[in-house]
Structures are given as structure tokens and as C-alpha cells.
């Protein structure tokens, strides 16, 4: 089983940035590039919702549309890390960040069944962003 750790977040307001950072450990036998990794969060009262997933290997990533051009997720194989850089935040923002990991899950670009939360197995505990004036 993959662990995870979310850090990273934080209060801020309207208009300013973050960057989370999810690490993976107890990565054992495998390559952190054979895992996919998403951003999922929950806000209060909600379900929660993939926010933005990269693909294992050579694959793409997504976003959920009220985030693009505002988020961008990247990975650093050689750190097991994956960051998913926040700007331009706003209200409807603010909810606790998961990080989760799912090992051989390839997907092409733009794919939202990637980003789904019955795709991924395992899962770090949250990080919460808050985002008010």
C-alpha cells in the first residue's frame, strides 16, 4: 500500500496562490511513475470531487473545468512527488485537499475517468485550504 501525504495548505485570499504537495512512500517495488495521482477535495456539506489527475507514464492530465488555467498539476518521478500549484483562488475554492494514488492507471489527456474517485485506491489524509477575506 502506497502512503501519502498532502501539505501545503493554507488561508489566503481571494486572488492568491498555493501549492500543495503530495508524497508518496512505501512506494516498495514499484516506479512512482506507474502510479497516477489525483487531486480530489470536499468541501463542507459536498461529495467529494477530483479537482486535477496526471497519468501513470506517458499519459496527460485533467482538470475540472472551474480550475482550468488556474491550476496546474506536475510531478517529479525522481522525488515521488506530485504539486498542484494554485493561483487566482477564490471562495468556492476552500475545502480539505486529498491526494490519492492508483497504481497502473493510464489515461490520455482531458480524460475525466481518470479523475474519478472509484479510480483510485489509495488515499492520504487532507490538507485544508481556506480561501476568504
Known amino acids: 500500500e502506497v502512503q501519502l501525504q498532502a501539505s501545503g495548505g493554507g488561508s489566503v485570499q481571494p486572488g492568491g496562490s498555493l501549492a500543495l504537495t503530495c508524497a508518496a512512500s512505501a512506494v516498495s517495488d514499484l516506479s512512482f511513475d506507474d502510479l497516477a495521482i489525483g487531486w480530489f477535495r470536499q468541501a463542507p456539506g459536498k461529495e467529494r470531487e477530483g479537482v486535477s489527475c496526471i497519468s501513470n507514464g506517458a499519459g496527460g492530465t485533467y482538470y475540472r473545468d472551474s480550475v482550468k488555467g488556474r491550476f496546474t498539476i506536475s510531478r517529479d518521478n525522481a522525488k515521488n512527488t506530485v504539486t498542484l500549484r494554485m493561483k487566482d483562488l477564490k471562495p468556492e475554492d476552500t475545502a480539505v485537499y486529498f491526494c490519492?494514488?492508483?497504481?497502473?492507471?493510464?489515461?490520455?489527456?482531458?480524460?475525466?475517468?481518470?479523475?474519478?474517485?472509484?479510480?483510485?485506491?489509495?488515499w492520504g489524509r487532507g490538507t485544508l485550504v481556506t480561501v476568504s477575506s
Open positions: 490519492a494514488s492508483e497504481r497502473g492507471l493510464y489515461f490520455s489527456g482531458g480524460n475525466s475517468l481518470g479523475c474519478t474517485t472509484v479510480a483510485y485506491s489509495d
